[in-house]
């Protein structure tokens, strides 16, 4: 997979240097039993990406793959997974801190992360937009919880309304019937007062603590951090009231009951990824993304970002995330590896119907399959099963893509030589014939298959099944043409064990178990042999 990675720290002498983020290819991600493997289709910088990149925070680590939120598609779940299947889409605030390393990732093809640290996504959010609230959205709701004030007659001031976190924390005080005062350079006051705010103030022009002195306010929520905060917070904050601050701090003694609270976000809490996405599908929440950038662009991204005048967040579009159009009605057969090749890889399969397209816009004069993905039209069986292949596997090298292309090749020959049979009158009245040359294609083609299996594992070895893998299970145990024509013939899998122990791996993967459990294709027999 393609990935950003931190050579090491991103300033010189505080001046950035954009050469230490580079893309490269890398692994694709382990995960474990409570994991979801998410193929990433969008990201997003928040300013504490490029201060944890720029040593301030702590050291360094050498290789690290950054970004902290995501949105995408499930392509994997574990063993213990329960609330995620293969193909939900989903949003992520991926960081963890095991062991007190950090642990990102968001900004590669691929990221593994804990069940509990991922929820569905929007409905109504592209990947793109879906991908830039996890992390500030997150923030801002648990701030505004720590200082009680998301109820009717609260008075909270957030400090950096135009900020993603300011953004999100103005519209969800504002859902659950609280006062809100915030601030924010003038250029941005209409957008601010957009979005609900009571009173905005000026910073640039007013001293937010001489406007709203005795206020009396219940909480002051800094996503700012800037230096003098807490004296002037106390001026304007009631008796008991709360500092919530992500940012900055004191540790000294306050004041009438007043406290501060510097608190990091808590990602592991799937519940408060589901109380946005129903503030966001209900048109209470909005958060704008100023401009979008592609993976290789990260760096202009974390100037932008750096710059300090961007209103809502700065996007990273990763992946393409676009469901394919496969028009293919029968069972079986030369349709069922294209299925399952998209299971296995997390692609969006959606099964059109044959007479709603003309099949001459596809070049192909039988009709079917036919396959359809944006602009692209495409026919013939092994074509489709190369090109989804590229679209599940995208890690893949071009000696792994050929032996995945080889398989489903040998695929196609073997099925048309048992295609020969079934469809030969003369074999329909004669059993033992048909018996005899079913045999002649498994004894022609079986030992080659056999000996290019691997003794464990995958074909091209990695931690997944891939076409090869998937064409192999197909042979053996798809129902129609290769199930019917293999118990015909008496084929006997213990001349064959690498093949059999390979399908058998193969269809106990998460994503193809989960595709096979419910397909009524890969189990049909249309001729009822």
């Known amino acids: 997979m393609r990935a950003v990675v931190c050579n090491g720290v991103i300033f010189k002498e505080e001046v950035f240097t954009p050469e230490a983020l580079t893309v490269k290819t890398c692994p694709v991600p382990s995960f474990q039993d409570d994991e979801v493997l998410i193929k990433v289709a969008a990201s997003s910088v928040n300013p504490v990406d490029w201060k944890i990149l720029s040593g301030k925070i702590g050291p360094v680590q050498a290789g690290i793959v950054p970004g902290f939120d995501c949105s995408g598609v ?35 093809e691929y990221v593994a992360t804990k069940e509990n640290k991922t929820g569905l996504k929007p409905t109504n959010l592209p990947f793109e937009q879906a991908a830039v609230v996890p992390l500030v959205g997150l923030t801002a709701l ?92 106390v001026d304007v904050l009631k008796d008991n009231g709360t500092i919530k601050a992500i940012m900055g ?97 997390g692609i969006g399969l959606i099964e059109g119907k044959p007479a709603d397209v003309d099949k001459a816009d596809f070049a192909s004069p039988s009709g079917v399959p036919l396959l359809k993905h944006g602009a692209l039209k495409m026919a013939q069986s092994t074509a489709i099963e190369v090109y989804l292949s590229l679209l599940a596997f995208p890690d893949l090298t071009p000696p792994m893509r050929a032996v995945d292309s080889q398989l489903c090749s040998t695929k196609e020959d073997v099925i048309a030589g048992f295609y020969k049979v079934f469809f030969n009158a003369e074999m329909k009245e004669n059993k033992e014939k048909a018996k005899e040359e079913l045999a002649k294609v498994a004894n022609k083609w079986y030992p080659v298959i056999e000996k290019q299996c691997p003794l464990d594992g995958f074909f091209n070895g990695q931690g997944y099944p891939t076409a090869a893998d998937v064409a192999v299970m197909n042979i053996c145990d798809c129902a129609w043409a290769f199930g019917v024509a293999n118990r015909i013939a008496g084929v006997d899998w213990a001349n064959y064990p690498k093949m059999r122990a390979l399908a058998t791996r193969t269809a106990e993967f998460a994503a193809m178990k989960e595709y096979l459990a419910k397909s009524a294709t890969f189990a049909a027999n249309p001729m009822g042999l």
């Open 142 to 233: 648990q701030g505004l919880q720590k200082g009680d004030v998301l109820k009717e007659g609260a008075h909270v001031l957030i400090l950096g309304g135009s900020g993603g976190n300011g953004i999100c924390a103005i519209q969800i005080a504002k859902a659950s019937g609280a006062t809100v005062y915030t601030t924010c350079s003038g250029k941005n006051m209409d957008f601010v007062k957009s979005l609900g705010a009571d009173q905005v103030i000026d910073y640039t022009k007013d001293d937010w603590a001489v406007v709203l002195k005795g206020k009396n306010l219940d909480c002051v929520f800094d996503t700012v951090g800037q230096d003098g905060t807490v004296p002037k917070a």
């Open 74 to 108: 499930v392509v994997a779940v574990g063993a213990a997974v329960t609330r995620f299947k293969v193909g939900d889409e989903v949003w992520a605030d991926v960081v963890e801190r095991p062991e007190g390393v950090l642990k990102l990732g968001a900004y590669a």
């Open 249 to 345: 701090g004191t540790k000294e003694s306050l004041p009438r009951g007043i406290t501060f609270e510097f608190f990091l976000t808590n990602s592991v809490n799937f519940a408060d990824l589901d109380t946005l996405k129903t503030l966001v599908e209900s048109g209470k929440m909005r958060l704008p993304v100023q401009e979008s950038f592609p993976l290789d662009r990260i760096a202009d991204a974390f100037k932008l970002s750096m710059s300090g005048r961007v209103v809502g967040k700065v996007g990273i579009s990763v992946s393409s995330i676009m469901p394919a159009v496969l028009y293919y009605f029968p069972a079986g057969g030369r349709g069922e590896l294209a299925r399952c090749i998209a299971a296995a890889g």
